[in-house]
């Protein structure tokens, strides 16, 4: 780790060698001092590491991999074009490409091509080039004017763009085939690179955004303080980003993407911007005299592509629209053959390998899982004697655990909290109107969760029991079996069963809004779930997260996949590999005070969370906590759980 910071240090001086601007040598300063942050954060008091924190790269080295399964849409299709001349191009299931031009030396030798995983194009000086990456991670091109890529390797993404080539390899780290934007060979854990020719910019793995160029016309290099980043795109004037949130945001005041929402894909040229939506439909803006806008009638489109004239969409039957009226592509099927079939059978041995990987941490975490949990007005912990502690708001008397003894996990709701014996046996205090604390009668229990006016327990040999108020059937859990964990949610209840399969009863309607029951029916693989308020939260045991109802901030959390324990407040929350948390989205924890500190934890093992706090149980046994403190629930500063 020492080297890492080391080389941060010489970064800064090579790029002041190289002629970076001062913005970018101040951006460097930046990244060392952060990287400085990261290091006192995870070493203790004694500078040792702790065990928790793994270099989590070298184990999922399968994730960056060119592997065509791993691909997204959007780079294989792509077309370029200037006032005379054009290119299309798609790659099939089979790794061959499919083009179609005007101009035949723009493509010549393409039908040859074999192995492509992803395919770009590029218009530069009235020349047209067709690139491509094969599986192996090296490139082919058809045109002239290729230059530098002899020695390219381990290439997953490119963008092209006039005079400038930009690679992605597969360690996060970026290649140019151009002389005069050469810093960006200092760049580190990027996952996405976009040239516009004169300015390139990069995507980092924590969602910020680096970008270089020769001068910041039009601010387009602006772009130091943005955050929660999912995807990138330089423009001819402008550098655009789309948030987390489904939002736009851009370096040019002008552009205004106010009413641009579930965004998940993005192409700009010139003067124009086209977006892809999570729904299939496609927004755009800016100049039409080609009519390269002319997108409104489009539906289930998954990838786009614009140049300088046309617009390019592929749609999830594996064909290919386009604005243009002067070609015909309308034969295309770039996902024909056995694609559907591949693609699944890829899929599931990826989350197999990645289960495999990931199941030793999910094992070092389980026995810490359940000794904390937050309501929005109670945090309830777990000593290691087996005794309870609590605080926050006792209106109900929840906060009565004083006397509980062999406690071994606990579940709290705002009104009554839950106590799992180590014989089995079951404890409960506070609200009892509606019967949630009817639990004395319980045995053989191994798990429990409070639910707002129920309570849930799972027996040892996999059936459910269930007290309180039965609204919406949310009780109805009789007939389950197989069952390994359960959560308990405001009006519904989660049951997980040993194929990795989900179950839900109850209701998750409020104000309009219908709930997920139809969507978790087909998730699979589930190691893991938390039922919350009107939101259900899966953990696959690849480490990806799925969520589904009210605030389920999706679909952006199913890019994290080194996620080992799993939390649900009014955002998903993930407990990563290396002890650290992610939230899905941060804006909606602008109430928080504090929320900001989730990014500095470190040497987590537990979470829990509620729609008003966090809490995190450290691998030393003390808490923290951001949010609400209206009732004193965060009041855990002098809590140790265990030695």
Known sequence: MKFVFILASIVILAMTACGASQQEHDRAVQERDRLQRELDGLRGADGSTNPLITDFDQMMTDENTANPIKRNYGSIIATASNWDNHIYAGVLADGTVVVSSNYYAWTHGVDRWTDIVAISTRER?????????????????????????????????????GVTLVGLRSDGTVVIDTSHLKCVYFWEDIVAVSTSGEHTVGLRNDGTVVATASSNVHGRLDVDDWYDIIAIKAGSVQTIGIRADGTVISTDVRSNFEDWTDIIAISAYGYHVVGLRADGTVMAMGANQHGQLNVDTWQDIIAISSSLTRTIGLKADGTVVTTATDIDISGWNLLCHDAPQRLRAAEAAIHAERAVILLPYRNMIEPYRFLISASPRTTVGVNADGTVVAVGYNDHGQLNVEEWRDIVAVSASATHTVGLRSDGTVVATGRNREGQSDVGEWRNIVAIAAGTAHTVGLRSNGTVVAVGLDFAGKLD????????????????????????????????????????????????????????????????????????????????????????????????IGLRTGGTVVVANRHALSWAEGWRELENWRDIVA???????????????????????????????EWRLFD
């Open 125 to 161: 000086a009235g020349m047209g080039q067709t690139i491509g990456i094969r599986a192996d991670g090296t490139i082919v091109f058809a045109g002239s004017g290729m230059r530098n890529i002899d020695e390219w390797h381990d290439i997953v993404d490119v963008s092209a763009n």
């Open 477 to 572: 859990v009789g007939d389950w079996r197989d069952i390994v964990a359960i959560d308990a949610g405001g009006n519904h209840t989660v049951g997980l069963t040993a194929d990795g399969t989900v179950l839900i009863v109850g209701s998750i309607d409020f104000d309009g809004f219908t709930g997920s029951r139809d969507d978790v029916g087909g998730w699979y693989g589930i190691a893991a779930i938390v039922a919350e308020s009107l939101t259900t939260v899966g953990l696959r045991a690849d480490g990806r997260m799925l969520a589904a109802g009210s605030n389920a901030s999706a679909p952006w959390i199913g890019e994290w996949n080194d996620i080992v324990s799993i939390a649900m407040g009014i955002s998903p």
């Open 607 to 637: 979470i829990s969370a509620s729609d008003s706090n966090v809490i995190g149980l450290r691998a030393d046994g003390t808490v923290v906590a951001v949010g609400s403190n209206s009732h004193g629930q965060l009041e855990i500063d």
